[in-house]
């Protein structure tokens, strides 16, 4: 029997409240990286493996926490993990700003990953259970949690480049104080939200979860994790190297967060698709084709399509596995699912940065290891095209 949906007053509100936890956690804390990585290449002498492996241990920990996430909800609740672990990637913000040494360096990447899954399972969690409460209208306002990132992606392709252009070659480090200021502000209505008593205190029951039902579909996910981080990882290097300045990366960089708000529309009908893996499989497939196009090129106007095309179908893709926890689990098991996926995910995009840097520095060439990224978008869209209900 499942338990009763808790009642909301304003689900589209508070969800959008909740999504500042992966605007923070994700579209800051993981993203705004690729942003300030050439600068911090030069300046600290860095190789692509070096790089690459910033992203890797910055997955590790998104990895680990997708281990935890659901021990930790079911002790603390899903709202009180989700601020708590917000908090801490603000910290972690903060110590990238501290120092350039290479083992602080990892170590604040690993706790940003780490307490970002935390948040991520949770809010996810919350946020379907939130949605749940608007049957009529649950897919659309569950997308509105997934354009969090992209929130966070905008306002750091706004500030970074022209941080990093107005202080000059060393600068990384104003750039990583500046996102953690922004990052404060971003947390304040998190913390001060009204969630249901429920998500507050606790109340989660940890369940089993059985993977062979869904192998296929955490197989596509793995594979869709390894592909998408390394464009998001190395595209701004690849806008600079094509001869983009500040104003270039900054543009290419804004249309990624740009296009996650016209995510919930865009993707509502295929998210509501309750067959198997399909919706995943539309929706990956467009975000390999985004990932695809810069094999083509640097003119700007390919670029800017690759970014659009890119981010409006990166969003929806997380969306989609949760919408298909929601359609496949009872609401009991949704904090032990979503957790799951994440760690398919995450051992996907553990491997990805530093197999892609690694690719990198043996050619010297950014544009093939783009094009296995790419690849492997491709196969994660095949596959998932053969997953099949859960259960009877």
Sequence with gaps: MRAPTPSYAHPARLILILSLAPTVGL?????????????????LAWSYSAAGFMNTINAAGYLVGALFASRLI?????????????????????LSAISGNFVMLSFARLLIGLAAAIGFVGGGALAASIAQSRPDRANFLL??????????????????????????AGSWWIVWW????????????????????????GGIVRTKFAVTPVLIYLTSYFLFGAG??????????????GGGGAAAQSAFWSLIGVSAF??????????????????????LGVNALGAALPIFGHSPLLLA??????????????????AFVRLNYPPEAWPTAIAAMTIAF????????????????????????????????????????FQRKVGP
């Design 228 to 241: 998408y981080i390394a464009y998001m990882t190395f595209m701004i290097a690849y806008v600079r190297d």
């Design 178 to 201: 500046a996102m953690t200021l922004l990052s404060v502000v971003m947390t304040v209505p998190l913390l001060l939200a009204p969630f249901h008593a429920d998500a507050v205190a």
């Design 305 to 322: 399509i690759s970014a659009l095309v890119f981010g409006v179908a990166f969003f929806a893709v997380v969306g989609s596995t949760t």
């Design 143 to 168: 997308s509105l949690f997934y354009a969090g990132p992209g929130v966070g992606i905008l306002a750091s392709g706004l500030i970074a480049p022209f941080v990093l252009q107005g202080f000059g």
């Design 27 to 43: 579209g800051i804390g993981r993203f705004a990286y690729s942003l300030v990585l050439p600068d911090m290449r030069d300046s």
């Design 74 to 94: 079911q002790r603390f609740g899903l709202a009180t993990s989700v601020r708590w672990s917000t908090l801490v990637c603000v910290l972690s913000l903060a």
């Design 262 to 283: 016209v995510t919930p529309w865009v993707w509502r009908r295929v998210l509501a698709l309750d067959r198997g893996g399909l919706a995943t499989t539309i929706i």
């Design 346 to 385: 995450g051992i996907g995009q553990t491997l990805g940065p530093i197999v892609v840097g690694a690719i990198t520095d043996a050619i010297g060439n950014l544009s093939v290891a783009l094009n296995v990224s790419a690849a492997m978008l491709v196969l994660g869209a095949v596959l998932s095209a």
